[in-house]
């Protein structure tokens, strides 16, 4: 079955305590995403992938990672996570960035 | 930054009815997506309309474009309970800047009564 996975699905941390947040896609899709959803601000984007080893910056990149050492797995790194990066975060990917994004469930990320 | 933006905010209807919304955006865009959501779930892609296109298809759901008026909609026909969930428009652009271009609307939340 053609799926995002992404891990985990809930986090509760502490500022300051490193995570990563895994997001692996199983259509060898080239390019990748990862977005933020907060209420009254809709989806953000964080950072993209082109392909392996191809990684920029979109919207609100200010405190997170990423790495794109293989095609299917796309990780976000929060170094020191904070307060305000309490979010539903969603891993997407698509053949190319000119087509529509398949998502994954979402991790529901709360630091305190 | 922000560009399509969903209208109305919310709309509830009775089921078989049909749903119409509409999204509007500021600059010039190379493609616009439509994506439903059910509550806290992923995002699902729905329909995918180029600049140069007018109106799509895709079973019960029309999009039509009109880039003159940068703005487009998604009328979902015959609506079932199951349509409830929020959608968003979702605009794709070239232009350069930071983010790759694919900015979302906040969405609009559709309850279809049984």
């Known amino acids: 079955e053609a799926q995002v996975t992404q891990n985990p699905r809930y986090l509760i941390t502490v500022t300051g305590k490193k995570l990563t947040v895994t997001c692996s896609q199983n259509?060898?899709?080239?390019?990748m995403s990862w977005y933020r959803q907060d209420p009254g601000l809709g989806l953000r984007q964080i950072y993209y992938?082109?392909?392996?080893?191809?990684?920029d910056k979109g919207d609100v990149p200010e405190g997170y990672k990423v790495s794109r050492k293989e095609k299917r797995n796309f990780p976000l790194i929060l170094e020191s996570p904070s307060p305000n990066q309490t979010s539903l975060y969603f891993c997407?990917?698509?053949?190319?960035?000119?087509?529509?994004?398949?998502f994954g469930p979402g991790t529901r990320l709360t630091v305190t | 930054s922000q560009q399509g933006e969903e209208d109305p905010q919310a709309l509830s209807i009775q089921e078989g009815e049909n749903a119409t919304m509409n999204c509007s955006y500021k600059?010039?865009?190379?493609?616009l997506q439509w994506y439903r959501q059910n509550s806290g779930r992923g995002l699902v892609h729905l329909i995918l309309?180029?600049?140069?296109?007018r109106e799509k298809h895709s079973g019960r759901l029309r999009v039509t474009l009109d880039t003159s008026k940068k703005s487009s909609s998604l009328l979902i026909t015959a609506s079932r309970a199951a349509d409830t969930a929020s959608y968003f428009c979702?605009?794709?652009?070239?232009?350069?800047?930071?983010?790759?271009?694919?900015?979302f609307g906040k969405g609009t939340h559709l309850i279809i009564q049984p």
């Open positions: 600059t010039s865009i190379n493609n």
């Open positions: 997407a990917s698509s053949l190319s960035r000119a087509e529509g994004q398949y």
């Open positions: 309309i180029r600049s140069n296109e």
């Open positions: 992938s082109m392909n392996v080893e191809v990684t």
């Open positions: 979702a605009t794709k652009s070239y232009s350069g800047g930071g983010a790759d271009g694919l900015t």
């Open positions: 259509m060898n899709h080239e390019y």
